[in-house]
């Protein structure tokens, strides 16, 4: 991960590659995948002074950031944490294998589906006894996504970082612009912007994720929380006349997004809110990344995706949430719910984030005394959020969103007429694929 300057999270190759890379498919597949050295666990922990993690933080910054948390916990506890830090894509790539062998007491891991699928198969260990402690300290959305499916506890959160509709301050007041609240003032803003001269949404889909988060918003604006997690567990039909609805809606805004979306990365769209050629940009708050000048990073601000339903409002929020696991048979139980009672701690968020300022703490209760601007917004509206999603491609199976969702979504966005016959498509893989699960 790479530092933004803002202190909002900035996910650099490791994290974003992980989740759209080559190997996802191997992520939940299970069949077929080694149990490779480089995976195995670091060994024993039958010492009672000792809980081993398994890491996927190999980048300097988080790395160094967990070392100081572990030295913390130490410190407070007298147990040493011996970390097994392996490469944030082999680790990804190779989770199923190491889970299914011997792996370490606790490991790194990312909240929602991904978290569920490795709970249902009776590879991880329910953590409600920590939960009892901790769970004064989150709110209750963030507690609703740390449960399994059998509703308990598995995960315990310690960082994320939303996603909204990035704007600058002063482009609005030149114009006159009032933050859109619902879906028709947002088509009148882009309507208003085009006639200024704007480009209402900055866009670039050259490497295939960030329309699944324009998808994800519209979704469950429309069709709320509940509908949007059974479509992305494969538990609700792509044919079903909410998914329609959807990119119905979707292809109202579509005139309004940026050309040349195909060859144009994340960075470079990002680069025309900047310049203050476009007016709007849907992305993660990593955004702030590409404004390195302060007087452009002061400027910058956000607002959550309007109403679409009234029903459903601006209660959910996609917040990728990453924090820690349980493995399926720890050695160390007394050490592992104490190190994760301490991980739940607004003290190790604010421990972490003083390494780190590239996110948020995941706890209601963190100090956010050192938080810029942004970084305050953020987490008040993480915090206010009835529901959190993750993102398309850790609420649902890497190998669907990767092989399915990913060109699915840029043959929509090429040909939004042909949208019928492409869920048709996108059904009948997602039966073939869920099916293996």
Partial sequence: ?????????????????????????????????????????????????????????????????????????????????????????????????????TPDDVFNWFAGYRMQFFAAKGLASPVDDVWHKIGDNFPDAMKKLSKGEDGKYYFVPLTTYPWAVFYRRSVFAQHGYKVPATWDELVALCKQMKKDGLIPLAFGDKDAWPAMGTFDQINFRLNGYDFHVQLMAGKASWT?????????????????????????????????????KAGMYLLGSFVAQQFTNKADLDDLDFFPFPEINSAYGQDTVEAPTDGFMVSKSPKNHAGVVKLLEYLGSPAAEEQY????????????????????ALQKKAFEMIGKAKSLTQFMDR??????????????????LQNPKEVDSLLSSVERQKKQIFASQ
């Avoid at 398994?54 to 790395?63: F, L, T």
């Avoid at 809606?249 to 005139?255: A, D, N, Q, T, Y």
């Avoid at 969103?401 to 043959?411: A, D, N, Y």
Wanted: with cysteine; aromatic share 8%; charged share 15%.
């Fill in 395 to 412: 609420d649902s199976r890497p190998d669907f969103t990767s092989t399915v969702m990913q060109p699915g979504l840029q043959k929509f």
């Fill in 240 to 276: 079903d006349a909410k998914v329609k609805a959807v990119f119905d809606h979707w292809s109202e805004i579509l005139p309004y997004h940026q050309d040349g979306f195909m060859g144009r990365t994340w960075q470079d769209a990002a680069q025309t809110l900047v310049a203050k």
């Fill in 1 to 101: 991960m790479r530092l933004s300057p803002s202190g909002l999270s900035v996910p650099g190759p490791s994290r974003r590659s992980v989740l759209r890379g080559a190997g996802s498919a191997a992520l939940l597949a299970g069949a077929g995948t080694p149990l490779l050295s480089a995976c195995s666990g670091s060994g024993s922990a039958s010492d009672p002074k000792t809980v081993t993690v398994g890491s996927n933080a190999s980048d300097a910054v988080p790395k160094a950031a967990f070392e100081s948390v572990y030295a913390a916990f130490k410190k407070q506890s007298g147990i040493t944490v011996a970390v097994n830090t392996k490469d944030h894509n082999t680790f990804q790539e190779q989770i199923n294998s190491y889970l299914q062998g």
């Fill in 353 to 372: 984030l003083k390494g780190d300022p590239s996110v948020v703490a995941a706890s209601s209760k963190a100090s956010t005394s050192s938080y810029s």
